[in-house]
């Protein structure tokens, strides 16, 4: 029986399979665009340029902003 399993074949390498760049590409695009609305929120907004009026979505970031260490004062 110790023979038997001595001798049996080795099993093929699994290689993962490849994933075209036509499928990631739009997905990587998303995630940049998200990426950077997200940094435009938490850093940028400051009121000048804001794209929400008034002083809440700063407030509501402030300490993100600190936490991140953007200025903000």
Request: hydrophobic share 55%; glycine share 8%; with cysteine.
């Given at each position: 029986?110790?023979?038997?399993?001595?001798?049996?074949?080795?099993?093929?390498?699994?290689?993962?399979?490849?994933?075209?760049?036509?499928?990631?590409?739009?997905?990587?695009?998303?995630?940049?665009?998200?990426?950077?609305?997200?940094?435009?929120?938490?850093?940028?907004?400051?009121?000048?340029?804001?794209?929400?009026?008034g002083e809440?979505l700063?407030?509501?970031?402030?300490?993100?902003?600190?936490?991140?260490?953007?200025?903000?004062?």
């Amino acid at each position: 029986m110790s023979q038997a399993a001595a001798h049996a074949p080795a099993p093929a390498a699994l290689a993962p399979a490849p994933i075209p760049l036509r499928e990631v590409a739009p997905w990587a695009l998303f995630a940049g665009v998200v990426l950077l609305a997200l940094l435009y929120l938490v850093g940028l907004d400051q009121g000048a340029t804001s794209v929400v009026p008034g002083e809440m979505l700063h407030e509501f970031m402030h300490d993100g902003r600190h936490l991140l260490g953007f200025p903000c004062h």
